[in-house]
């Protein structure tokens, strides 16, 4: 079990490096790729540095790894430009690449299970504040990752104003990215209450966290 | 005994200045879209009253910031008189009352908060400094969602010329600065005020004047 499960984590990691091996090939603009792959390094290293004594559970693993990716994609052909938004503009007329919009929608979705678990294991939370919390966390990175896109906006290119990459001319593009991630959120949540009580049984807590 | 008839004051002058500003406010319909939110705290600080007191300082931090938000709800935040002041006093470009306002609310809202995570749900260390924080952000950013939502349901037409944004193709993110920049500063004074001792490790006030 514990081999397995190490097995997997390094496969997860494996797969990451690799995927930060491809993207920094030839990414379409590389001073955004740099700037995109800063934070996702960061939380990388924070993982495995905390994976001693606070691991996580493999299902957390997995979906972080999956944001990752989801990230890595949309650092290599800017969050504008991803060929799978381009197709789905197409396929169905939205008028811009929803990519950056699906991707904030999974940072909610993939993201609050990690970040419950991470309470579960650190604070003694319990009720509805256990689902509450999370969800408020999540909202909370989102309206910060606007901010700091604003700053870095400004800083980068203070010509474009409103209409640079991340929000491609929509005046109202952060409140929909937060809305997005909210929502992913929310359902997270939703699945997860109604897992729960189909299987009853207390989930890990703080107890037997150190094993 | 005391403290009763503090809280008793608070509320007096609360609904008082409440009365005063609902006499001929700026625009109505916009005050009543202010007001709504508020009243539904003030009710809930009533009705929880018997199973949850926050502490005295807290009420009163809560009821600076109601006073605070009346008034801008009374002018319409965009056309406060102590903001033209101030406009004019720092040659500003835009009356920056409202944004004053997002500060307070971070600043004077984020220590009840951080009472309700520490009493209620038993957060500890550096989680009862992050938490309130990330709070304050995260319901910052879902007001900034809801106002957005208003603006195109009310007037599709003006996008962002929208009162609240008065024309700032930035102003959600500022705004969300100000509150974020507001709450860091009231957990800086919060540790500041626990090296001092002047209140104890759970955030209580060292004073007993708690029930």
Redesign the interface.
Known sequence: MVTQNKRLLAGLLLWYVLLSLWTAYAPTDRQFWLLSSILPGFLVLALIGTHRFLPLSPASYVLITLFLTLHMIGARYTYAGVPAGVWLEQAVPLGRNEYDRIVHFCFGFLLTYPIEELFRL?????GW?LYY?PV?????????W??I??WVA?LVHPEL??TYLGSQGD??D???D??AA?YGALLCTALLLWYRRRRPGLPRQIADASH | MNRTKLLLGLLLWYGLLWIVLAIAPRDRQDWWLENLLALAAVATLIATYRRFQFSTPSYLLMTAFLSLHAIGAHYTYAEVPFGFWLQQLFGFSRNPFDRLVHFSYGLLLAYPLRELLVRLAGVKGLWAYYLPVSGMLAQSGLFEIVEAVVAQIVSPELGAAYLGTQGDEWDAQMDMIAAFAGALLCMVLVVISARAGWTNRRGRPASPDRP
């Open positions: 650190t604070v003694p939370l319990r504040l919390l408020m966390t999540v909202l909370g990175l989102s309206g910060l606007e901010i896109e604003s400004r104003g409103i005046v109202w952060a409140q929909k937060m809305a909210m």
